[in-house]
């Protein structure tokens, strides 16, 4: 009797599946339509929970002004902190400002400096990290947790596998990154689990000039597109 209930169970759990199927063609449809419009963009990633009185949030809010007065949009999370940061310096510029907003049971609400018509709701992480792949024109990677941590190794396992094109991924605060990426080019590369090359486009920075200058001189020989 009870293999008979849990194999109910889990035919149940089966035809669910396949309906989610319908809810996460709609996310994306619905992305790709309102994505599919904004134009050349860079996506700023960071923690939710830096301050609006911290030097991090008001450097934040300089690359994005700066991103946006040199013709791109900003792309962020939708959410606090960083990702607040980064809208509010595009809404400055009067720059394209976009939000793809995650439903969390913490940390996560849109802020108020997302365009009105520029804000998306998402309930599937990876249907939202396509948008931010498939439509950012490179990532500016603040200081963060998991989640900018899991936007930026998927990002280096795409480029890395040729499963997108190339693009500048640019990470803010030589403090908090050195050691990251000095573990990554010692130990994952001296163990043979990456390549060489596999990190040219990784570069650290301080200050927002050398964000634009790093995002403007890759384009000079590139074309302005989505990715894929």
């Known amino acids: 009797m009870r293999k008979e209930q ?37 996506s700023i990633f960071g923690s939710a929970r830096t301050k609006a009185d911290t030097p991090l949030y008001e450097l934040a809010v300089a690359i994005a002004k700066s991103i946006s007065e040199a013709g791109y949009g900003v792309i962020t999370g939708g959410g606090p902190g960083i990702m607040e940061a980064g809208n509010r310096g595009a809404h400055l510029a009067g720059g394209t400002s976009v939000g793809l907003n995650i439903d969390l049971p913490f940390e996560q609400h849109d802020n108020p400096y997302i365009d009105n018509d520029k804000s998306l709701d998402f309930d599937y ?6 948008m931010f792949v498939k439509y950012s024109q490179g990532f500016v990677v603040m200081p963060g947790g998991f989640g900018t ?21 640019i990470l803010v605060g030589s403090t908090f990154w050195s050691g990251l990426i000095d573990w ?11 390549s060489s090359g596999d990190l040219d486009l990784i570069h650290i920075v301080d200050t927002k000039e050398e964000v634009v200058e790093i995002i403007d001189a890759f384009y000079k020989g590139h074309t302005l597109s989505p990715n894929f």
Request: charge should be positive; include cysteine; aromatic fraction near 12%.
């Open 6 to 42: 849990h194999h109910k169970g889990w035919n149940e759990l089966k035809t669910n599946d396949s309906w989610a199927i319908f809810k996460i063609m709609g996310e994306f449809v619905n992305g790709f339509e309102r994505m599919g419009t904004i134009g050349p963009c860079v």
């Open 125 to 130: 992480f990876f249907v939202r990290k396509v």
């Open 149 to 169: 941590l899991d936007e930026l190794f998927e990002a280096i396992t795409l480029i890395q596998t040729n499963k997108i094109e190339k693009f500048p991924i």
């Open 184 to 194: 990554v080019k010692t130990t994952m590369l001296n163990a043979g689990n990456i």
